[in-house]
């Protein structure tokens, strides 16, 4: 078999779909491993476990007010915002 016959089976409509599935891998991922690492509900070590429930006020504000979040805070929610602002505006004369 030589090294251009895989690339038979590889066709370019394929390209959008893998590489829309494989963001979403990729997000499901990261948010697992957010989740895992860093949310104050889980715990992973035997000896966290055995503390039972918790209540960290705390640590579970960090978890939700976390960077991303903070940066969109005073953001207003739109996506074409120079659209929308000429749009909304009344024209001046």
């Not at 895992?36 to 939700?64: C, F, M, W």
């Amino acid at each position: 078999m030589s090294p251009a016959s895989g690339w038979r089976w590889i066709r370019p409509e394929v390209y959008p779909l893998v590489c829309s599935v494989g963001t979403a891998v990729g997000l499901c991922c990261f948010t697992m491993f957010r989740s895992i690492t860093s949310h104050p509900e889980v715990r992973v070590k035997k000896a966290d476990r055995a503390a039972g429930y918790l209540e960290n006020y705390e640590e579970g504000q960090k978890y939700r007010e976390h960077t991303f979040r903070h940066f969109l805070k005073d953001k207003r929610p739109q996506i074409f915002r120079a659209i929308n602002k000429a749009f909304s505006e009344p024209e001046r004369d």
